[in-house]
């Protein structure tokens, strides 16, 4: 490994990166309207099915109440989460039948609703109150729309270019040098991270200041969980280009793994309730941890240590295409 | 001393295809090496296995001696049939790019004088004319200042002018001391830039030496043109072959065969007399033209 040789690819990769303009735009234009839009679009009220959460649901009597039609009960096991979820508007009320309590968030209308509906059907409940702002639609979309962009600009701007540089004779070129593949696919990975986590930072910031996202964790640890996704995607990219020549081949192949992942991994709507067998597969896709890992961060305030399943996965899952994709390479 | 290439036994087959079968040759140091041949006669694929970028099916190679290794890597400039270039950077940055590689390099200074790159210097390189990008790719490689440069077929494409110019670049390296390895089509390139010469088809030599000794070897007779509207149609003690505008009449004795055309009354307004060319021994050899 030459470090030498390293940056003279890093630094003829950057400047093509910074001087493409009509590529660079697009990779900040895309997210920012796709957020905005969404803003927009949702800033209205939520959906009209109210949410119920139900502690110890299968060891109580069921209430009178859960027979009231239109409203979904969902059992819940972790009392301090569900309270949390009513803070934040992500559940409308949480009854505990075996305690007699129930907990509603004082600036829900909803909970005012269901407060009446309770007292109506069931008696003797004891009143809880919290107060928090809800979580809107986009504060739950963000970390779906920039791991997408993530990985669509690290699958495309990777894999493909990959195997372009394949196709056009540059990376025969380059094997005629005494530059190694590790050095090139080093500069290639770093370069294209370097670039996403600064689109990445920049959505951010422009769609923070205009939508004011809320923030429960920590801006470090959703930096971490960015930089160990880019990377994973990144070494996705490279393990699909390692040997393709053809680019026709390169794009459809791109194509079917980023749709079925951007649709599975949940950045539009969260699998909860889906098929469980759909479930399992969103497992084995990075796009999901990250996701996951960055939306705990900023809705449930989480902290690394809590999102450690999701890192670790990320975390084997690069190793295994990077060695597989660094086995594989063929400059030809 | 071991020899400067030498090649044993040289195969590579492509699915059963024998681009190359089994052939051998040596290189000798500052010579410039010619490997000539129509298309698909396994020119580049022999280039491109001495270069070391494709493995040989077959043979062995070694470089003064030893087989091909990191030593080679960075004493071997390598100018490819076709070359794609990093897109958005200049010509400049191009070369820096590639002098960062290697362990030796020559003066950027140096390079941009002799292969006369200053005037598009700061140019993307996806703006550059056919003969401006060959220049780049040769200074490309020059970068290592290489013991051996290997030129696949560098001229193809580029209109006379261009041509020339590029044969000027290429004789002022070989002044250097360097040794040259060239394949081409063109068998006049070969004839002004090389001092030995294969000649291939279907994968195998059919004549090597020094183009004059070839010549020397194969023909002893030289070329007599006439324009053919001067030239009788009935003349059938003289044997002439019509090629376009042209008549040509091969002959061993110049003195006797111009006294012929004069006892024949023939106006020797439009003579001219050309020597063998490899081309014609080309045709000789297989019995084809070159370029079909």
């Known amino acids: 490994m030459s470090f030498r040789r390293f940056l003279a690819i890093l630094r003829a990769r950057n400047k093509e990166f910074w001087r493409d303009r009509a590529a660079l735009s697009w990779n900040f234009i895309f997210p920012i309207m796709i957020i905005g839009g969404f803003a927009i679009a949702f800033s209205g009220d939520g959906p009209d099915l109210y949410k119920v959460g139900i502690t110890d649901a299968e060891n109580s009597q069921k209430l009178h109440f859960e027979e009231t039609q239109y409203i979904q009960f969902i059992p819940v096991t972790d009392l301090p989460t569900a309270i949390t979820k009513v803070e934040r508007h992500q559940l409308d009320m949480l009854v505990s039948p075996s305690t007699q309590q129930f907990w509603i968030n004082e600036t829900s209308p909803a909970g005012y609703m269901l407060e009446r509906l309770l007292k109506g059907s069931d008696d003797g409940f004891k009143r809880q109150a919290v107060t928090g702002q809800g979580i809107r639609y986009v504060d739950w979309l963000i970390s779906g729309i920039l791991a997408m962009n993530l990985m669509f600009s690290a699958l495309f701007g990777v894999g493909f270019v990959i195997v372009r540089y394949r196709k056009n004779g540059m990376l025969k070129r380059l094997k005629a040098t005494p530059v190694t593949a590790f050095e090139f696919i080093a500069a290639q990975v770093i370069s294209r991270m370097w670039l996403l986590l600064s689109v990445s930072i920049l959505v951010f910031i422009l769609t923070d200041l205009a939508l004011d996202f809320r923030m429960y964790g920590s801006y470090l640890d959703l930096l971490i969980v960015f930089i160990l996704g880019a990377i994973c995607l990144i070494s996705l990219g490279l393990l699909i280009a390692a040997r393709l020549a053809s680019e026709e081949l390169a794009g459809g192949l791109l194509n079917a793994i980023s749709w079925p992942m951007m649709f599975l991994s949940g950045v539009w709507f969260s699998l909860e309730g889906v098929n469980p067998w759909l479930v399992k597969l969103a497992q084995l896709l990075p796009l999901t941890h990250v996701i996951d890992g960055a939306r705990a961060i900023m809705i449930d305030g989480a902290g690394l240590v809590d999102i450690l399943p999701n890192l ?5 899952m690069t190793a295994i295409f990077l060695i597989i994709g660094a086995y594989t390479f063929r400059w030809e | 001393m071991p020899p400067f290439l030498q090649v044993d036994n040289l195969a590579r087959y492509y699915q059963g ?40 099916s077959r043979g062995s190679i070694l470089y003064q001696g030893k087989p091909l290794g990191r030593r080679f890597k960075d004493e071997a400039g390598i100018m490819f049939q076709t070359t794609a270039l990093q897109d958005y950077i200049t010509v400049r940055e191009t070369l820096e790019m590639f002098q960062q590689m290697y362990p030796r390099t020559i003066p950027l200074a140096d390079l941009i004088e002799s292969c006369s790159l200053d005037e598009f210097l700061d140019r993307d390189t996806r703006k550059l004319s056919g003969g401006q990008r060959q220049r780049l790719l040769l200074a490309i490689a020059l970068v290592n200042d290489p013991e051996v440069i290997f030129l696949d077929e560098p001229t193809t494409g580029l209109d006379p002018q261009a041509r020339r110019n590029f044969w000027e670049l290429v004789q002022s390296i070989k002044k250097r001391g360097k040794t040259i390895v060239l394949t081409t089509h063109y068998m006049e390139e070969a004839y002004v830039l090389c001092d030995d010469i294969i000649i291939m088809d279907h994968g195998r030599i059919i004549a090597q030496g020094t183009p004059e000794a070839l010549l020397a070897k194969h023909f002893g007779d030289v070329v007599l043109q006439l324009p053919k509207s001067d030239f009788p149609a009935d003349s059938s003690q003289l044997k002439a072959l019509e090629k376009g505008d042209l008549v040509e009449i091969l002959s061993n004795d110049v003195n006797q065969t111009i006294h012929q055309l004069i006892e024949l009354d023939i106006s020797l307004t439009g003579l001219r007399i050309r020597p063998r060319t490899l081309e014609d021994l080309f045709l000789a050899l297989t019995g084809r033209e070159l370029r079909a």
């Open chain 2, 17 to 56: 295809v024998k681009a190359v079968d089994g052939i051998s040759f040596t290189i000798e140091r500052g010579r410039c090496f010619g490997l000539l041949g129509p298309n698909g006669a396994g020119k580049t694929t022999t280039v491109e296995m001495l270069e070391g970028i494709n493995e040989p």
């Open chain 1, 312 to 316: 670790m996965v990320l975390v084997v």
